[in-house]
């Protein structure tokens, strides 16, 4: 079944719960259009319980409107650089994937070879699929593998062509395996502070759901 989208909570998308604000019996609800248009939020790991929630591949997303970007960019060039973070959507008009494009490729030495590895909450839309395909034309240096926890509204039939024209342009679309959530837990993940590491614990489902989306991206791509 392709994602159900809803309004989530605050509380579980990563915002206060006081979204509404009130003298006496007035309530003031702050209107999506007062927030600023593309705000990003950028670091080198994200809270677990952003990670438990928004990571969790799940059939149906209720509540996760947002996207999480953990990346890993290899370069090769005069000298071999490891860089790594994670970007999140925190409002509906900015996009992650935009983002990284915008923000954190262009910091990245010219010219020279980049591998760079996405782990995503969710897999692209259609008009950040097409900047993808856009980005890997223009830069025959760049090679993109994305790792998506879940498919964005499979059934959609524009939705199936940007994932196609994704792979025609060269870039590697992966459903991610438990042990690819326990790989983004330890390194883009933060622990309580004055805590041990803890250890990944994975959630009722994660290997069946890995392979629902699997099969679901293998015939929509073949």
């Not at 980049?114 to 900047?131: E, F, L, N």
Request: hydrophobic letters at 35%; glycine letters at 6%.
């Amino acid at each position: 079944m392709a994602e159900k989208q809803e309004e989530p909570s605050n509380a579980q998308n990563g915002e206060p719960d006081n979204a509404e604000e009130g003298e006496g019996k007035k309530k003031k609800k702050v209107k999506r259009e007062d927030l600023p248009p593309f705000e990003i939020v950028t670091g080198e790991r994200l809270p677990a319980i952003f990670f438990k929630f928004q990571f969790r591949n799940v059939e149906y997303s209720s509540g996760r409107n947002k996207t999480f970007l953990c990346y890993v960019v290899e370069t090769q060039g005069k000298e071999a650089v490891t860089s790594r973070g994670y970007l999140e959507d925190e409002h509906a008009a900015a996009h992650a994937e935009m983002a990284f494009f915008n923000t954190i490729l262009p910091t990245c030495q010219p010219g020279a070879r980049h591998d760079v590895t996405w782990y995503v909450s969710s897999s692209p839309c259609v008009t950040c699929a097409q900047r993808i395909c856009e980005a890997l034309r223009k830069n025959k240096g760049l090679r993109l593998t994305i790792m998506v926890g879940r498919l964005f509204m499979w059934e959609e039939p524009e939705m199936q062509a940007a994932l196609r024209s994704m792979k025609e342009a060269g870039c590697k679309l992966r459903i991610m395996k438990p042990q690819d959530f326990e790989y983004v837990w330890k390194n883009f993940v933060e622990q309580e502070e004055g805590e041990e590491a803890k250890s990944f614990v994975p959630w009722e489902d994660i290997q069946e759901n890995f392979q629902y989306y699997e099969e679901k991206l293998a015939e929509i791509l073949h």
